[in-house]
């Protein structure tokens, strides 16, 4: 533990994120204090403001009254890989990252369907990736049925070498977004629409969502500070945008160092220690962060991500009916 009055600050560049400790002058990294996190996370994709999305219709299909389920698997604690199909190719490996903006297809599935898109390069935290821009014909996803969707044709190997699975696409919330559906972490399962009435009979926490193009955004108080967080299920922790709190947080506590890895490699990001965090009127299950020297462009006005699995929940709702989230604590 640190002593009292020791306070962060960081230096913000195109390399690794470095923390500098005020008191001792020195670079944070060589600080005890800064002992690395043991494990290896993975944020598999952030890109971000990547145009207006491609026109696409995205429906779910008739079935039974009521949810309808998906089963998945999770991976590491908190990646879901569930089955679904692109075009001809079935049994595909999805994962489901409410923070993947947009969605993401491996090339070498686009290659098989025959996807010829434009080359483009987007921001993934703090570099720019060549990728390309395909739109993919269909796509099936249990109940959801889209066509036309807006897709990055990306090289996915590095999630596969970190799963051990292989993974042909990552869905997010420009292929799930307006269509309510729950995950519920214990019994492993996605279920798309909800029971008439649940939002008036439910208990449970829930905050509102501000829905954009792709993503939900979530104000969570650290502090006196209000910060504005992407709901996101493609990363195990809370994550700070160092440029946009450096100087907000006088209260954090450097804590130790973790490894992430994501479309743009890997990278060491300082875990902060947080005088508690609140989110609606439940208190954060951990109230620590890493901070990543990166951010959002201005437009879409981002401090961070919540990764959803850092509530500590056992099932969480996205609810686009009312624009709410709601979840059941474990």
């Known amino acids: 533990m640190e002593p009292e009055g020791r306070t962060w600050k960081t230096e913000v560049s195109s390399k690794a994120t470095r923390v500098r400790d005020r008191r001792l002058g020195a670079w944070g990294r060589n600080h005890p204090a800064l002992s690395t996190v043991k494990g290896l996370s993975f944020s598999w994709v952030f890109a ?3 145009g207006p999305l491609a026109p696409s219709e995205i429906a779910l299909a008739s079935g039974p009254k009521g949810p309808t389920d998906v089963p998945f698997e999770m991976y590491l604690g908190y990646t879901i890989v569930a089955k679904g199909s692109m075009g001809r190719l079935q049994k595909l490996n999805f994962i489901i990252d ?3 903006v947009p969605s993401v297809v491996d090339q070498r599935v686009a290659r098989k369907l025959s996807l010829k898109g434009t080359l483009d390069a987007v ?11 395909v739109v993919v014909p269909t796509l099936e996803l249990g109940p959801v049925h889209a066509e036309s969707v807006r897709f990055l044709a990306q090289d996915l190997r590095f999630i596969e070498n970190g799963l051990g699975l292989r993974i042909d696409a990552i869905i997010g919330l420009d292929v799930l977004g307006g269509h309510d559906f729950s995950i519920d972490f214990q019994s492993k399962r996605i279920a798309f629409g909800l029971p008439a009435g649940e939002p008036s009979k439910t208990t449970e926490p829930q905050v509102p969502f501000e829905s954009g193009t792709g993503f939900a955004v979530v104000q969570i108080q650290i502090e006196s500070q209000i910060l504005r967080l992407m709901v996101d299920t493609g990363t195990s922790d809370l994550v700070l945008f160092a440029p946009r709190v ?3 947080l006088p209260g954090a506590r450097l804590a130790g160092v973790k490894t992430k890895t994501t479309m743009a490699g ?8 947080l005088p508690g965090a609140r989110l ?8 620590r962060a890493v901070l990543m020297d990166g951010q959002a462009t201005a437009s879409v006005d981002l401090d961070g991500l919540l990764g959803v699995t850092s509530l500590g929940v056992r099932r969480i709702t996205f609810d686009f009916g009312h624009n709410t989230i ?4 474990r």
């Open 48 to 50: 971000l403001t990547l």
């Open 98 to 100: 409410t923070g993947a």
């Open 123 to 133: 921001t993934v935290f703090t570099k720019d990736v060549r990728t390309e821009e």
């Open 246 to 248: 450096h100087d907000r």
């Open 266 to 273: 890997q990278e060491r990001w300082p875990v902060l220690e």
């Open 280 to 287: 609606g009127s439940a208190d954060l299950a951990t109230p």
């Open 326 to 329: 709601r979840w059941d604590p």
